[in-house]
């Protein structure tokens, strides 16, 4: 077995030297996905009409609050006047309202509630047009990786030569200003 060992070595170091750097291997590019949604004329719209959909509801939620207010003034001020089943009925009924607002805001802006639904149905056919032209660009640009510097990856420093998120917009037939991006 020790006589293979050499016959075996030899060739991997001879192949691993005569193998270029693996950062001559890679090319990188990255996009600013907020500035491309910026740039695209859809996205106004999109924005204008999930913000008229939170105010909506915000003032549901505020229209709650004022009446969970009214019930616990109403309360206090007459609180020595009740007696002790009334004023455990009227506690309960202010907890029920405030568990009902809870309850509401989770519904309407909680991880899995309304707002989200819509945001995630009203940008993904963005989000996909801008995949698409991404995947385009880097296969015609010979990117091995491109990254989104607008999510959770954090570029501390990048060359703006890399950015391609002007190509991406071009691909989606939206031109823009070099002053834009």
Do not use: C
């Not at 193998?19 to 996009?31: D, F, L, N, S």
């Not at 004023?87 to 309960?92: H, N, S």
């Amino acid at each position: 077995m020790k006589n293979f060992t050499p016959f075996l070595i030899l060739p991997l170091l001879l192949l691993l030297a005569a193998a270029p750097p693996v950062e001559a291997q890679q090319k990188i590019g990255y996009i600013d996905s907020d500035v491309i949604m910026r740039e695209i004329p859809e996205y106004t719209g999109i924005r204008q009409r999930l913000e008229t959909i939170a105010q909506n509801w915000k003032q549901e939620i505020d229209e709650m609050q004022v009446e969970i207010e009214r019930l616990r003034q109403d309360f206090e001020a007459r609180e020595i006047l009740f007696t002790p089943d009334i004023r455990r009925q009227r506690q309960q009924e202010i907890d029920r309202k405030v568990r009902e607002r809870e309850q509401y805001i989770n519904r309407r802006f909680g991880p899995d509630g309304d707002y989200f639904r819509q945001q995630e149905e009203l940008l993904e056919p963005l989000q996909q047009r801008i995949l698409e032209a991404v995947v385009k660009v880097a296969e015609r640009e010979g990117f091995d990786h491109v990254f989104d510097r607008a999510g959770d990856y954090l570029f501390l420093f990048s060359r703006r030569r890399w950015d391609i998120s002007r190509d991406v917009l071009q691909e989606m037939g939206i031109f823009v200003d070099d002053d834009a991006l």
